[in-house]
């Protein structure tokens, strides 16, 4: 059953936006695509979270469609800020799905317009950190350098980390960085639990789906080995309930390399479960 619910906007409790953006991907393209296959596979999915004892159909969702599809980052940014901005401007709870990890700036942009106490949780297998890629800044593989600057390097907190290049390794000094060979999933958690400073922030949480490991997630741009497995990324985004989270991304789900469709599948799950855990309904 389709978990979207047409509703007028100033009805809506969740807007979900599609940003179609893969000009900047550097191995498979085809996340442009990706908005739209996990709206596809949440047809295939019940309304109602076993673990989470909830029914999404209790919450009043918008889904606004997506923006234009554009090959320059500097256009997918403007429009993307544009209506987001617009949207958060009355307190609206925003989800944007990807598209390739470079949607996520416009809307941290946003967000930390809006709150000035911002910090980023992301989960991803990249750091993401370069300074620039093939000569741009606005790349998928400069995300959280261009994120860091506009909120600051000591609130971003990365997870899930497994590639980096060495430049990337000497910018994460300044960030909160965890990688996966030192921090397994469990390990995580106790981070989060005992980190007092989110506690007292809002939170946005930026979600790249090659976090997981490929053979959970094969559908997606560059995928990396040795990753979280799905149980245990959910067990890391149901703690995150406790916090003050205002909006997230899901990203990098590219229907493209993903025949069997678990990747879109896991995607909506994803979608499903991030929204029944931080709308507060």
Same mark, same amino acid.
């Given at each position: ?15 979900? /936006? ?8 550097? !191995?498979?393209?085809?996340?442009? !695509? ?15 979270? @076993? ?9 009043? @969702? ?23 901005? #617009? ?5 609206? !709870? ?12 416009? /809307? ?9 106490? /911002? ?5 991803? %297998? ?5 300074? #620039? ?7 998928? %593989? ?8 506009? @909120? ?24 909160? !960085? ?14 989060? #639990? ?5 506690? #007292? ?81």
């Amino acid at each position: 059953m389709a978990i979207y619910y047409a509703k007028a906007g100033e009805e809506a409790d969740v807007f979900i /936006l599609g940003i179609p953006f893969d000009s900047t991907t550097s !191995f498979k393209p085809g996340a442009r !695509f990706g908005p739209d296959a996990i709206r596809q596979a949440t047809e295939g999915m019940e309304t109602y979270s @076993i673990v989470l004892e909830k029914d999404i159909s209790n919450i009043k @969702i918008c889904d606004v469609g997506n923006i234009s599809y554009y090959s320059n980052p500097k256009f997918m940014i403007e429009e993307t800020y544009r209506k987001i901005k #617009n949207i958060i401007k009355n307190d609206k !709870f925003v989800i944007g799905l990807g598209g390739e990890h470079t949607v996520t700036y416009p /809307l941290v942009k946003a967000y930390k317009e809006k709150y000035k106490n /911002l910090a980023v949780i992301q989960f991803d %297998a990249h750091a993401d950190l370069r300074e #620039n890629y093939e000569f741009e800044k606005f790349s998928h %593989a400069c995300v959280m350098n261009l994120i860091g600057k506009e @909120i600051g390097f000591k609130n971003l907190y990365q997870f899930g980390i497994r590639s980096v290049e060495s430049e990337e390794y000497e910018a994460a000094k300044n960030t909160n !960085f965890y990688p996966l060979h030192k921090y397994n999933s469990k390990d995580i958690i106790k981070i989060l #639990n005992k980190t007092k400073e989110l506690k #007292n922030k809002e939170i946005y949480v930026t979600i790249d789906i090659d976090v997981l490991d490929p053979s959970c997630a094969p559908g997606t741009g560059t995928p990396e080995p040795s990753g979280l497995t799905t149980r245990e990324f959910f067990e890391i985004l149901y703690n995150l309930r406790k916090f003050n989270v205002v909006g997230f991304d899901l990203v990098e789900v590219n229907p493209m390399v993903d025949m069997s469709g678990i990747t879109a599948i896991t995607g909506a799950k994803i979608l499903r479960e991030g929204i029944l855990c931080f709308v507060k309904k």
